[in-house]
Nanobody
Framework: QVQLVESGGGLVQPGGSLRLSCAAS????????MGWYRQAPGKQRELVAS???????NYAESAKGRFTISRDNAKNTVYLQMNSLKPEDTAVYYC???????????????WGQGTQVTVSS
């Protein structure tokens, strides 16, 4: 089994910061890309940022300049530092990882359970 466990969400005022963490655990041979998605009420889930195993990053336009994705491969953990938060960043944030469980297994995308981020005064 593989689990992705997120933490770090909460309530923050506009202009504030939060740092999300997502740790992968279980039977893991290799982790490829990891990423953060978000889903606001009544909207589709959207990519916020992603990072490859080599450290190459990709950001949604709304996240550029404010959010930073990073990862610690030794800890199988991905982070999302969110600064200058806006009310429109309010959403459930989900971690995603492309994982191969054994040397011969296929790669599978796994999802975390989600963590709520609310930006409000």
């Amino acid at each position: 089994q593989v689990q992705l466990v997120e933490s770090g969400g909460g309530l923050v005022q506009p202009g504030g910061s939060l740092r999300l963490s997502c740790a992968a655990s279980g039977s893991i041979f290799s982790i490829y890309a990891m990423g953060w998605y978000r889903q606001a009420p009544g909207k589709q889930r959207e990519l916020v940022a992603s990072i490859t195993s080599g450290g190459s990053t990709n950001y949604a336009e709304s996240a550029k300049g404010r959010f930073t994705i990073s990862r610690d491969n030794a800890k199988n953990t991905v982070y999302l530092q969110m600064n200058s938060l806006k009310p429109e960043d309010t959403a459930v944030y989900y971690c995603n990882a492309d994982i191969r469980r054994t040397v011969i297994a296929s790669r599978v995308f796994y999802w975390g359970q989600g963590t709520q981020v609310t930006v409000s005064s």
